[in-house]
């Protein structure tokens, strides 16, 4: 019974912070485009993380329950719950110091290092594979939202043009919705995946990623509400502690972060939506001058990030070896 709630509570926690972090920025970002309904910005990627899995599958959800350390065995779950308390606790600490972080990045690191401290056999491969896409992840996207950028602006004007890109908007907002459903979002999936698994089963072995219909739900109202939590702080960063967004710029931004994380979806690789949508309005505004990046708001996320994955993956790795002495 104690597990039973000690994983629910944590798996709660999670999708609220995950909406806090994750959803506000698709939000605060998906608002910032004039006359965008504000019912549908909010309801397209609550509505896509329900149904997701269904028609895309839950191959990324899989690769944080198998892929970053063998959880067949003994304390499976157990070093799984470890991780994941690890990688909250290094955003929170992180956050309140003004360094937004990865939680993506963090749940990756804490999940493999409690996993290694724990004994539990660590596939290095997959491991390190998932580590250099979620590193080329924000890369490309600061690529192609510096391309997109430069291309948006030898767009002719026309009368139909606020139409034409209001359009471009809701379509581009809607396929980074998809991206995030597919990719960053099946970290929440995973989690309370487990935790139904921890309650039916005990705390033993990590069993398959299940996605039933009741939980899914309420993983969904839990997201919206962490995210509608967590939008004004997130979309003061976007307007103020990083860059200035036009109504081409959010576009483009939103289609640099969706080819950014679906290029990594087909390869199973966790990457964080937060990362690349960051980096690609940095591309989009860097197109026109490096002058219009407020740098600074760049430097901390960039310290942030370096300070994740070496921190979760040490604290986690001494989580592990605590469970062994247990």
């Known amino acids: 019974m104690g597990w039973t709630l000690a994983f629910a509570v944590v798996a709660a926690l999670f999708v609220l912070i995950s909406g806090a972090n994750d959803g506000a920025t698709l939000i605060g970002l998906g608002m910032r485009f004039p006359k965008t309904p504000g019912w549908v910005v909010a309801a397209l990627p609550v509505a896509l993380l329900f149904a997701g899995p269904y028609v895309l599958g839950v191959a990324v959800a899989g690769t944080f329950t198998e892929g970053l350390a063998g959880r067949g065995g003994r304390g499976g779950a157990a070093a799984f719950l470890a991780g994941v308390v690890i990688a909250v606790v290094v955003v929170a600490v992180l956050t309140g110091r003004g360094l937004p972080t990865s939680l993506t990045l963090a749940v990756v690191g804490g999940i493999a290092g409690a996993g290694l401290g724990a004994g539990l056999p660590v596939p290095w491969t997959s491991l390190v594979t998932v ?3 979620g590193a080329c992840a924000p890369l490309a996207g600061l690529a192609l939202g510096y391309l997109l950028g430069t291309a948006a602006r030898r767009v002719p004007s026309t009368s139909w043009m606020p139409k034409l890109v209001l359009a471009a908007h809701l379509l581009a907002y809607a396929a980074q919705c998809t991206a995030y459903a597919v990719n960053d979002g099946q970290k929440m999936i995973a989690v309370v995946s487990v ?9 033993g072995r990590v069993g398959p990623v299940d996605v039933a219909p009741g939980w899914m739900a309420a993983l969904a109202v839990l997201f919206l509400a962490g995210a509608l939590t967590g939008l004004a702080p997130v979309a003061e960063r976007l307007s103020r502690g990083l860059v200035l967004t036009r109504p081409l710029h959010v576009v483009s931004a939103e289609t640099a972060a969706t080819g950014a994380v679906l290029g990594s ?24 001058g490096s002058r219009r990046v407020r740098w600074q708001g760049v430097l901390n996320l960039g310290t942030a990030w370096l300070v994740t994955l070496p921190s979760s993956l040490a604290l986690g790795c001494l989580a592990g070896l605590g469970l062994r002495l247990l």
């Open 265 to 288: 979806s087909v390869l199973g690789s966790p990457v964080s939506m937060t990362q690349s949508v960051t980096a690609g309005v940095v591309g989009v505004v860097a197109s026109e």
């Open 195 to 203: 935790a139904v698994d921890v309650s039916r089963h005990g705390p």
């Open 131 to 133: 580590l250099a896409v």
